[in-house]
């Protein structure tokens, strides 16, 4: 099979698998406290990945800007995205939430802007206003629809939107350190800070709550966003950016809300309005358009490169 196919199933793969992570979140809150089953999904992960990273490749050697920079990722996109997350679904149906976490790469664009100082082309402009868009047809479809939402879907979508700030974060922050560290060292150093961050307060959770009583079903939900979502997620996405441009990577992340959408549909029984489906299609335009953007961008750095060889 072609390498370039290869990879971009891979992101597909991955985007799937993290589509399905907001479902398994849904079911998760309903039997689980939520700093415990964070604090279980991570532990599980770092037992994968830390002897995973000494096989291959020792024992990785890092600065203290490297560890400040690995810590602030865990506290945004591992601490804070969970957190959001977890307490978001408590509130909001699964289907919004996947949907409203496809904003991202908008959301990146604009804290890249605020923090990087990176400048927001037209394109980036409209990307994100489209995922603005798309983010208040979803917040008003309560509103103007019969389709039954969460407890208080208002509230749970403003903590999705807080996830998703908190994932920009983390690929932001990341930028820096991809360069000199490698993705399996940034994957087991996030989850071992996880499990520090989340431990506290995972201990306070279980001491009043029955372990032993726990099924079967919800272990193997722990056990999934430890295991495929946290580890072969990581691995599949950070494979496949390797052989592909940022910019295809960007238009793969569709797939998130469609997964999510679909999965909500099938597995929750949740219905889809015609605000979701709108809210849905700005969205995905927003990422295309930040996607070629992306494309365009780095062309003309391509070209100017050249211009100053020559």
Not at 17 to 30: M, N, Q
Not at 89 to 103: D, F, K, N, R, V
Not at 205 to 213: D, G, K, N
């Amino acid at each position: 099979m072609n390498k370039t196919i290869l990879a971009n199933l891979k992101i597909i793969f991955a985007m799937a698998i993290v589509g399905s992570s907001v479902v398994a979140g849904k079911l998760l809150v309903e039997s689980f406290p939520v700093f415990l089953a964070s604090e279980l999904r991570f532990l599980t992960a770092t037992l994968i990945l830390v002897p995973l990273l000494l096989k291959r490749e020792g024992i990785p050697t890092f600065s203290k800007k490297d560890i400040g920079v690995l810590f602030l990722q865990a506290l945004s996109g591992v601490f804070l995205f969970s957190i959001f997350m977890l307490y978001g679904l408590m509130y909001t149906t699964a289907m919004e939430g996947g949907i409203i976490t496809s904003t991202l790469p908008a959301v990146v664009a604009v804290i890249a802007f605020i923090l990087l100082k990176e400048k927001l082309t037209r394109f980036a402009i409209i990307g994100i206003l489209l995922a603005v868009g798309g983010t208040l047809a979803i917040n008003i479809s309560g509103t103007f629809s019969d389709v039954e939402g969460g407890a208080a879907p208002l509230l749970g979508n403003f903590l999705i939107i807080g996830a998703v700030i908190g994932e920009a974060l983390f690929i932001v922050f990341g930028k820096s350190i991809s360069k000199r560290v490698s993705p399996l060292a940034i994957s087991t150093m996030v989850s071992v800070f996880g499990v520090i961050l989340f431990l506290p307060l995972a201990i306070y959770e279980a001491t009043s709550f029955p372990l032993t009583e726990v099924s079967i079903k919800d272990w193997g939900l722990i056990f999934y966003f430890g295991v495929v979502v946290t580890v072969i997620a990581f691995v599949l996405m950070y494979q496949g950016i390797e052989k592909v441009p940022a910019s295809t990577a960007g238009v793969l992340t569709g797939v998130l809300p469609i997964s999510a959408v679909l999965l909500s549909s099938l597995i929750l029984k949740e219905s889809l309005s015609t605000f979701h489906v709108i809210g849905m299609g700005l969205v995905l335009a927003a990422i295309y358009l930040i996607s070629v953007d992306s494309k365009a961008e780095k062309e003309d750095a391509s070209l100017k490169e050249k211009k100053v060889i020559t």
